[in-house]
């Protein structure tokens, strides 16, 4: 073989390896750039539902049972007009109370569970009786609702006591599932067990809170300002 075609071969060589180690990098970057993307993806799903560990209190999202669904629309089906559910969830409660009448609304920090809420209210055909917001609850108001319904946890049950006597009207009432509040004398239970629901009556518990009976919010009580309303799995 020729001194020539020694090093046409040469040439012929490195640039194969030239190419191969292009191609090498080429995949190398597909590959970081698809990994990357799935661990941003990943976190964007995560992060609203892993977040509440790290606050002070936080609502998780134990999706209500059959029959605590149908005891909460026992104990309100005398009553109509605007129905308020603190921490919403998949948006089960809001849904069946619409279907009932109520002009219904869900307050949740978890924007995935609210997007969610939303396609399945117009899935069920009540999107327009029936609306979700990505809310803390310590910065909502309650004063337009006559009906507030609450899956709450022991810890924020005391707190939320005072917030709402302040808020609302007269004329509301309070539905608590799976724990009572603290102090409230409730007009009524409906259920058993892990499924009963408690009625409180907004004159009656205002009534209390005016006369002293209801405990004051020392310092020390008050809502931590890092604390969020936000149901996790």
């Not at 919403?88 to 109520?102: E, M």
């Not at 979700?132 to 337009?144: E, G, M, V, Y």
């Not at 009207?169 to 007009?187: D, G, L, M, Q, Y």
């Amino acid at each position: 073989m020729s001194q020539r075609e020694l090093l046409l071969n040469s040439e012929r060589s490195k640039g194969a390896f030239t190419e191969e180690r292009r191609s090498r990098s080429r995949l190398g970057l597909v590959l970081t750039g698809v990994v990357g993307g799935s661990l941003v993806a990943l976190y964007a799903v995560a992060a609203p539902f892993v977040a509440p560990a790290l606050r002070t209190v936080c609502l998780p999202f134990v999706p209500a049972t059959t029959a605590q669904v149908g005891n909460v629309l026992k104990v309100l089906r005398t009553r109509s007009g605007t129905l308020v559910d603190i921490g919403s969830g998949d948006g089960r409660i809001v849904i069946a109370a619409a279907k009932c009448g109520f002009q219904a609304s869900g307050l949740e920090l978890n924007p995935w569970l609210v997007w969610y809420s939303r396609y399945k209210a117009w899935r069920e055909g009540v999107h327009r009786s029936t609306s979700f917001h990505i809310s803390d609850l310590w910065k909502a108001s309650f004063a337009q609702y006559s009906t507030v319904v609450i899956f709450g946890v022991p810890q924020m049950m005391d707190q939320l006591e005072l917030k709402l006597a302040s808020e609302l009207p007269s004329s509301a009432k309070v539905v608590a599932c799976r724990f009572p509040f603290p102090t409230w004398v409730p007009e009524s239970t409906e259920g058993e067990g892990i499924d009963t629901v408690w009625v409180y009556d907004a004159k009656t518990f205002q009534s209390d809170l005016h006369s002293g009976k209801t405990r004051n919010m020392s310092l020390e009580d008050k809502p931590d300002p890092h604390t969020r309303l936000l149901s996790v799995f």
